[in-house]
């Protein structure tokens, strides 16, 4: 089993900072992209950002330049960094991993239970 535990949402101001939190345990044989996505009420799940087994990173044009995605390979950990947050940045937060699991070494996608985010106005 392939656990991700999601930590760090939370009810914010416009303006203000969160920093989002991910570790994954279990049956992990390698990971290797990571990523966070969000879902607004009534819209569908989207891509906020992404960062490779190499360190690159890839984000949404709507965040670009205030949020910021990095990853502790040692804790098979990653983060995101929220800065200068809006309302429309309210959604709940997903966790994803793409992994090789110890048994089987087929790569598969984890996803996270979810963390609300909610950025007032």
């Known amino acids: 089993q392939v656990q991700l535990v999601e930590s760090g949402g939370g009810l914010v101001q416009a303006g203000g900072s969160l920093r989002l939190s991910c570790a994954a345990s279990g049956s992990i044989f390698s990971i290797n992209a990571m990523g966070w996505y969000r879902q607004a009420p009534g819209k569908q799940r989207e891509l906020v950002a992404a960062i490779t087994s190499g360190g690159s990173t890839n984000y949404a044009i709507s965040v670009k330049g205030r949020f910021t995605i990095s990853r502790d390979n040692a804790k098979n950990t990653v983060y995101l960094q929220m800065n200068s947050l809006k309302p429309e940045d309210t959604a709940v937060y997903y966790c994803?991993?793409?992994?090789?699991?110890?048994?089987?070494?087929?790569?598969?996608?984890?996803w996270g239970q979810g963390t609300q985010v909610t950025v007032s106005s």
């Open positions: 994803n991993i793409d992994a090789r699991h110890t048994s089987t070494y087929v790569l598969r996608h984890y």
